[in-house]
């Protein structure tokens, strides 16, 4: 196996830099829109042959060093009783949002292997397609950005629902982030099992706490997730965006990879979350549009950004668009494994 | 006159800590809606009587320190030719955006005494009124977020208009934020002559660049305008959000005040700008929509973080939300003088 993500990721040294993207399985790509055309998101993701399917989409075309399973962070959320739709443009929509403790109350409760089971054959489905050429990725959203959909019932600009409750309510917060803590704790578990070589908490919109808050609302709930990951000796990737005032924070919740997005000069975001972790990131996802020159320029800031210590994980700071030129992001994994491959 | 705000913006010492709110006028009060009723913001904006009417009123209703002049920050794209309008719901739509290095040579010359002099108008207007009982801050947009919106031609979530101009057509884009920066510079000169007592720079949106990308292709416009200003001797302000990993580059861009927003610790941010700067800031605004006991934390711990050195204006991050009961930020305002005048 090419193993290269895996040694960064446990800070070994590596004959290139690693390299693979957020949302790499996406609309940018054709064979994606092709499968779209006759199968909606939910779709996908419950049937473990067309999610294979999708995840090695990006192996083939762009030659990553690693696959991520396609699955939706929100996918928990139908379980739990919320009422979970894709409407094409709004992005997702809760039918049944939660505003109170007493709504904290009325969810389900989860039986991960029942209802989420599909994402764990999704997982060995697409393991024995890859054949060992590059490790998997499972995922969950963290706790902050689960809790935030299901309070504000689909995207927001400010949060003001989820900041309310989380205000006004402490005890229904800290309620509701623990189940959604033990759910996703199991959830990751099952995906390990299912064959998953390492695993990304996808806490996107951490960044709209103070850091404060974050450490008080938040940071215990994504350590009951971490923690347990971490002993078992995977790599652990916590990623958010908008984080450069709290990498210190989301390093000590845990996590053996931190998620930088562009925000923050690589070289920084590192020494903010210190030794002993690696990092993933960090280029503008917008880059990808620019001309090929700007790209280069912005992808070799981050190698060089990075370079003198093992531990990096090139990726961008947010998912691919939708109008990114797939032939920009084949050229740019080249780019980051000849640039890298160098002798300085 | 209460200089509380511009001894703090020197950083002299003060018998209280000066507040003032981004947004304190607007449609989270009845006084001001009433006026919404019968005018247009547009025409608030243009009728100087108006405009001072609503810089007063959260002067007379919440006793904070510092008046600000009502206005928006996108009046000058309308002389510049870009057709602005403010639609209901949506906010500001462009008639005519700028896409190419054409576009930008299309853009009109403004005559700032002729097609904005509105403004000077309406500070001289509030100015008389405040009779100096507090302190009259003028204020622009800043280079990058005043482009991205002629550039979008409106709110945009991932700014790849503006993106696509600045890694596509970099001259293009240094050219326009040279006009910017000039216009920029010449209005807020004709506010100062007009009566200002310091202005403030709101670039908004900037943290939506890289660190990298900000000291290249904004950093030296935000210089060309926040220099000449500080030669003059008066407070200038140096706001943006999602800066917390580029606060060190604003500073060095300029400005005698650096705007935090709440994804810093204060004292974090403030040892990341450095000494020899104020500090304005950072309460989360939606702070304001919870419990008092919460908001009196959230402030305290603000306070607490400024503590030990002269040099801090308390506001908030990001501009007060519609939804914010006006009595939360009068009681706030209070918290904060009492809070800050007592002995340590």
Redesign the interface.
């Known amino acids: 196996m090419n193993d290269r993500f895996l040694r960064a990721c446990r800070r070994e040294p590596v004959d290139a830099t690693p390299v693979w993207f957020l949302r790499q399985a996406g609309r940018y790509m054709a064979e994606y829109r092709a499968i779209r055309q006759h199968h909606s998101l939910l779709e996908i993701c419950r049937t473990p042959r067309l999610a294979a399917e999708v995840t090695l989409q990006p192996i083939d075309r762009l030659d990553v060093d690693a696959a991520i399973v396609f699955a939706d962070i929100l996918l928990p959320l139908e379980p739990l009783g919320a009422g979970l739709e894709f409407t094409p443009g709004d992005g997702p929509t809760l039918a049944r949002p939660v505003r109170s403790a007493a709504d904290v109350d009325r969810l389900r409760d989860v039986d991960v292997a029942a209802d989420l089971g599909f994402v764990g054959e999704s997982i060995r489905e697409a393991k024995r397609a890859l054949g060992g050429r590059v490790p998997l990725i499972g995922f969950a959203g963290g706790p902050f950005t689960v809790a935030s959909y299901l309070i504000e019932g689909g995207s927001t600009r ?3 629902a989820t ?2 409750l989380l ?2 309510e ?1 005890e229904a917060w800290h309620r509701l982030l623990g189940r959604l803590a033990r759910l996703t704790l199991e959830y990751l578990e099952m995906q390990l099992d299912a064959g998953a070589d390492a695993v990304q908490i996808f806490d996107s919109w951490v ?1 709209a ?5 974050y450490r008080t609302l938040v940071a215990p709930h994504a350590r009951a997730i971490l923690e347990p990951l971490a002993r078992r000796g995977v790599p652990v990737i916590h990623f958010g965006t ?5 990498l210190r924070d989301l390093r000590d919740a845990g996590g053996t990879v931190i998620g930088l997005d ?4 690589l070289a ?2 590192w020494e903010a979350v210190g030794e002993g972790v690696a990092v993933q990131g ?1 280029l ?1 996802p ?2 990808l ?3 090929w020159p ?2 280069a320029r ?1 992808a070799r ?1 981050v190698l060089e950004d990075a370079s003198g210590r093992p531990g990096h994980v090139f990726n961008v700071g947010h998912g691919i ?1 939708p ?1 990114t030129p797939v032939d920009a992001v084949r050229d740019l994994v080249r780019f980051v494994r000849e640039e890298s491959a160098r002798p300085r």
Not at 209 to 213: A, E, G, N, Q, T
Not at 242 to 246: E, I
């Open positions: 400010n949060f003001v900041k309310r205000y006004s402490p960044g706490l103070s850091p404060r808050d908008q984080t450069a005032g709290m562009w925000r923050v000069d920084r975001g960090n503008d917008v880059a549009l620019g001309p700007e790209l912005a800031a668009l109008e």
